[in-house]
């Protein structure tokens, strides 16, 4: 097997195709056929099912070989990144995930920070649910992503505990109290907000006895703010994205007791494995945002 084999195997999987994975990678289509032929002789079986109707497919091998051979690749990158950290500079590709709060709150600072310090390093970003975040980590699509944990899957770097709070209607009843607490939310109609948000939600609600009525699921905090503003219920949202939205003049903000939050972490596959690259990524986040740098939120009225 040769680096470009594994490369070529990689971009097929990616593209779908033959002839889109040769354009990116600069070879005729029947160089790419050749090369897969000789990959699959090399090892006696078959990664690739080539199908008119629906393309190109991997075998139940290829699928567990495509988590190899990215790994692989990988290797190869960390050894050129190695020899040029030697040598005094640094240079590589970091495949980052992110979801949008992450996107729109956090991650153009650190790239910015982290491209003027290391202009030799690049990035390739996917932005999606915490769920492919994860799926991508164990597939070794990106290299490090943000995530709402709920396994050991992962090795995880703490990033930022995200506080949540109450938006509710000014004709609402509750809107008179200054704090609320969780067993005052028990059988009202809330506004759920998929996408991370849940979990730490329920679990509040399980603690203190109080019953969870979800009567819309929603997965953004335009629609939730839409919603309350509609009087259909509550929710309970991050104060972080409620930062970059603006509040309808007709929804309040209440503070929850005990306050509900959700932590976000930085993951990696293994931390020991990483590249110089990516622990660089790792620790300009860091000395960003975990140093005691304020983090702007949205206040109640």
Sequence with gaps: MTQSQLSLFVKIAETGSFTKAGQELNMTQPAVSRAISTLESELGVTLMIRDRKNGIMLTELGERLLVLFREILHGFQKVEQEVTAAKGFEVGTIRIGSFPIVSAHFLPKILRVFGEKYPGLTFELYE?????????????????????????????????????????????????????????????????????????????????????????????????????????????????????SALPPNVLIREIHPQPYREIHLAVPSLREASIAVKLFIQTAKDLFLSGNPVTTATGR
């Design 128 to 244: 999606g649910t915490i769920d492919e975040i994860k799926e991508w980590l164990s597939s070794r699509i990106i290299d490090v992503g943000w995530v709402i944990p709920s396994d050991d899957e992962f090795e995880l770097i703490p990033f930022l505990k995200d506080h949540m709070c109450l938006l509710l209607r000014d004709d609402h009843p509750l809107q008179k109290l200054a704090e609320i607490h969780i067993t005052d939310l028990s059988n009202e109609p809330m506004v759920l907000c998929k996408g991370g948000f849940e979990t730490p939600i329920y679990e509040l609600f399980h603690k203190a006895g109080a019953t969870l009525h979800a009567k819309f699921d929603v997965h953004n905090i335009t629609t939730a703010l839409s919603m309350v503003q509609e009087g259909l219920g509550m929710a309970i949202v991050s104060k972080i994205s409620l930062s970059l």
